[in-house]
């Protein structure tokens, strides 16, 4: 099923975003930065800087607030099917309960903290233009959440759109902790009956192992893999608690199992590959592919009528799997990306990357329909139903044709007029090189792995009120979906405005922003396996 017809499918510019059409929006080329490096001798802005608080002021605010507690604890879940793992999770369910809110709502929500083993944690909240002392990077913006403790995050969110949270310590995103957060528009312009949040994960935990584990086997890299004993894997570790450091999984135990011989593949993905994704298309092995939290076997279920609207909010909250998704029977309506309007496209399919969110409308037919999340080049799917009327249950293996069908990636999408970033001169550009190989599992920006200890070191500089431009270039073998915290930039001189973005092998992506939230924001690579292993880095206002 990994065929794609080409006819079909547009794929001109995903990896190539703005290239000769960024003219338009440069105005000029700007003061170019290396990147790495380019602001070690700056004073920066801190996350509890005056002029954090001062742009928190600058936010419309309702006046109205959203109080909720989000227990952190293990639990253990029902997927569905009989699969029942042990995970963590947030309240004992997967995903989390949805959070939902108005435009200038504030958002006070108390992260408890009942993780096992001294296990730090924290809550990211993925897409959010927000103030930078909440946005939950350990320790960047702030320190671990340590077991036992408490933390309460406080902002206005004066950006509709859908959005995600989870945690940002370790690989603990790839457990069970995460779950949709909404934005109402109270004068949304879309007209539809009902909506359907439809979140998307590759499931590991407690089935054949951890994410501890998983990235303890990937960081010895293929080329130390050969000749290992396959009668053994390695023990958990407890490498997710870093305390006050609140940072990068060491995953010591099974490092130590490897050296003494007793390493097996058991997580690494081998022969993984998409022409979608330009070639290898993923890492792990999982042995389970969700849609709101239940196996293909034992999907979720939407019930509705026929000829209703309905908004799908799609949400792609994986660790190492892009997603083809599709509804069998059914045309999909582009509305939005990453929480912001698109010019409206008909499509028979998504890729979604890690990370990113689609809205979608759909007009129902009669009967019912699979809606399929294809692990892609994986040969492996998610699955839930709509079902509008009587029909049999589709196969958990279902590949609707509307799969092979008309693609259309986000370089090519346009954003919505009212969102469009102003042309402007730019002002700073930056080469963010995306470095690093399967075979040493050393993912870097710029050569040079993210210092957890140090996160100063090696900012990307940029000043407030600036045209920044971004120059996301792949020097790998492998697609890297790049997040930025705390922003929305623009591709090209007309493009979506995003914050995740899927960067091919050996292609550039241009991208654009507005410097006008201070603080220090990670940018990473949305693989959570190869961001925890280096790929990241701090875009960091100067004082």
């Not at 003219?23 to 000029?28: E, P, V």
């Not at 206005?156 to 310590?169: L, N, Q, R």
């Not at 196996?295 to 190492?320: E, F």
């Not at 008309?406 to 470095?435: C, E």
Request: glycine share 12%.
């Amino acid at each position: 099923m990994n065929s794609i017809n080409r006819r079909s499918v547009l794929l001109a510019g995903l990896g190539a975003a703005g290239t000769g059409a960024l003219a338009a929006c440069n105005g000029g080329s700007g003061n170019t930065g290396s990147g790495s490096g380019s602001g070690s001798g700056n004073a920066l802005v801190s996350p509890t800087a005056s002029a954090v608080a001062a742009a928190e002021k600058k936010r419309t605010s309702s006046g109205r607030q959203r109080k909720l507690t989000l227990t952190a604890s293990p639990a253990m879940i029902d997927l569905g099917g009989g699969v029942m793992p042990k995970t963590w999770a947030f309240d004992g369910r997967t995903p989390g309960k949805e959070v939902r809110l108005s435009v200038g709502d504030t958002l006070i929500a108390e992260l408890s903290n009942q993780l096992p083993n001294k296990t730090a944690t924290s809550i990211h909240w993925h897409g959010i233009a927000l103030r930078n002392d909440m946005d939950g990077v350990p320790p960047a913006t702030q320190t671990a959440v340590r077991a036992g403790s408490t933390f309460t995050y406080r902002f206005i969110a004066d950006a509709p759109g859908t959005y995600f949270f989870h945690p940002h310590v370790g690989v603990q995103l790839d457990r069970g902790l995460y779950a949709p957060l909404i934005v109402e528009d109270p004068k949304e312009p879309l007209s539809y009956d009902d909506e359907w949040v439809v979140l998307l994960d590759d499931w590991v935990d407690g089935v054949t192992g951890t994410p501890n584990e998983v990235f303890s086997e990937l960081k010895l890299g293929m080329a130390d893999m050969s000749g290992m004993d396959m009668s053994s894997s390695p023990s958990p570790s407890s490498s997710d608690s870093m305390g006050d450091m609140g940072g990068m999984d060491m995953g010591g135990s099974a490092s130590a199992s490897a050296s003494s011989g007793g390493m097996s593949k058991k997580f690494m993905l081998m022969g993984a590959t998409s022409s979608l994704l330009g070639g290898d298309a993923g890492d792990v092995k999982y042995p389970h592919h969700l849609i709101n939290g239940r196996v293909a076997t034992d999907p979720d279920v939407y019930t509705g009528k026929p000829g209703r609207k309905v908004r799908l909010r799609i949400i792609n909250a994986g660790s190492d799997t892009a997603y083809r998704v599709a509804l069998g029977g059914h045309k999909l309506t582009i509305t939005h990306t990453d929480g912001f309007p698109v010019q409206h496209q008909e499509v028979d399919t998504l890729l979604v990357g890690m990370g990113e969110r689609y809205d979608v409308l759909v007009t129902l037919g009669d009967g019912v329909f699979p809606l399929v999340s294809l692990a892609e080049g994986k040969n492996a799917n998610g699955l839930a139903l709509m079902r509008t009327g009587s029909g049999s249950t589709p196969k958990a293996s279902v590949r609707p044709q509307e799969l092979d069908g008309m693609i259309m990636t986000a370089s090519q999408l346009r954003a919505a007029d009212d969102v469009r970033l102003k042309s402007s001169k730019t002002d700073v550009t930056h080469q963010i090189k995306l470095t690093g190989n399967m075979m040493k599992y050393n993912w870097a920006i710029n050569g040079t792995p993210f210092d957890m200890k140090n996160p100063e070191a090696h900012p990307i500089v940029i000043e407030e009120g600036q045209r920044v431009r971004l120059d996301f270039v792949n020097t790998t073998e492998m697609w890297h979906p790049m997040h930025l915290h705390g922003h929305t930039y623009q591709l090209g001189a007309s493009g979506p405005r995003k914050d995740t973005t899927i960067v091919l092998p050996k292609e550039t992506v241009s991208v654009f922003l507005d410097a006008d939230n201070p603080g220090q924001w990670m940018m990473h690579c949305h693989n959570a396996y190869h961001g925890e292993a280096g790929m990241m880095a701090n875009v960091a206002y100067k004082a």
